[in-house]
C-alpha cells in the first residue's frame, strides 16, 4: 500500500512569492490534514480536509488556504510568503480524520526556504 | 490554547542504556499518542493510549497515560542506534480532529 506523498520535497522562494504544495493520501483515505513544523513552534495544525470539504483550520492567516480534490489528492497554498513561513509543512492522511485514534500517516514532508 | 511541554529536549546517551521521558498539559486529554520522527520523515506513530492509567507496550517501548490525565511518559529500554530520532507525544483537540504536539525531545545514541 503506497504511503502519503507530498510534492515537492524541497523548494526556495523568494519573499512575496506564492508557493503550492501538494499531498496525495493513501488510497481509499478521505481526510487530508496539514501541518507547519518549524524549530521555534515546532508542530502546528494548518487545516484538514475531508471529501472535499474545510472541516477544521488552525490559527494561521489567510494567505494560508487549501483545497480537496475528488479523488482525495488535497493543495495547500501561501500567498505573499514571509522569511517566517520557511518550515517543513507536513501531510497527514486518513480514513475518516478521527486524529484521537492515532489513525494519521504522514507524509514526508515539503521542506519550503523563504529568502 | 493547550500546549505540550515535552522533558527533556534533548538526550545523549550510550547504546544499551534506558531512556525516559515526559509530556505535561495544562489541560486534560482523553487519548495520548507518541510518536517518532527520523530525520527527512514525517512522524510515525509508536504508541496509543487511551484510558487513565493505562501502560501499553510496543517491543522495547512502554507508555503510561497518567492518572491526572495531564501527563504521560515514554520509556525505551536498551536503546539502540536506530532509536536515534525526535520523540514527541501528542494530544487530540477536544471536539476537533486535529493533534497539539508536544515540544518534542531529541534522542541521540552513541554507539
Known amino acids: 500500500k503506497a504511503g502519503v506523498t507530498q510534492t515537492p520535497r524541497y523548494l526556495i522562494k523568494t519573499r512575496g512569492q506564492q508557493v503550492t504544495l501538494s499531498c496525495s493520501p493513501i488510497s481509499g483515505h478521505r481526510s487530508v490534514s496539514w501541518y507547519q513544523q518549524t524549530p521555534g513552534q515546532g508542530l502546528q495544525f494548518l487545516f484538514e480536509y475531508f471529501s472535499e470539504t474545510q472541516r477544521n483550520k488552525g490559527n494561521f492567516p489567510g494567505r494560508f488556504s487549501g483545497r480537496q480534490f475528488s479523488n482525495s489528492r488535497s493543495e495547500m497554498n501561501v500567498s505573499t510568503l514571509e522569511l517566517g513561513d520557511s518550515a517543513l509543512y507536513l501531510c497527514a492522511s486518513s480514513l475518516y480524520g478521527r486524529a484521537d485514534t492515532g489513525e494519521l500517516f504522514f507524509g514526508e514532508g515539503s521542506r519550503l526556504t523563504v529568502l | 490554547g493547550q500546549q505540550l511541554n515535552q522533558s527533556p529536549q534533548s538526550m545523549f546517551i550510550q547504546e544499551g542504556e534506558d531512556v525516559s521521558m515526559n509530556c505535561t498539559s495544562s489541560s486534560i486529554f482523553n487519548t495520548w499518542l507518541w510518536y517518532k520522527q527520523d530525520p527527512g520523515e514525517g512522524p510515525v506513530l509508536l504508541i496509543a493510549l487511551y484510558k487513565a492509567g493505562e501502560l501499553t507496550s510496543n517491543g522495547r517501548l512502554t507508555a503510561q497515560f497518567g492518572i491526572t490525565r495531564k501527563d504521560s511518559f515514554l520509556n525505551i529500554s536498551a536503546s539502540i542506534p536506530s532509536d536515534v530520532g525526535i520523540y514527541f507525544c501528542?494530544?487530540?483537540?477536544?471536539?476537533?480532529?486535529?493533534?497539539?504536539f508536544g515540544t518534542g525531545t531529541r534522542l541521540t545514541v552513541i554507539p
Open positions: 501528542a494530544g487530540p483537540k477536544t471536539g476537533a480532529n486535529n493533534l497539539f
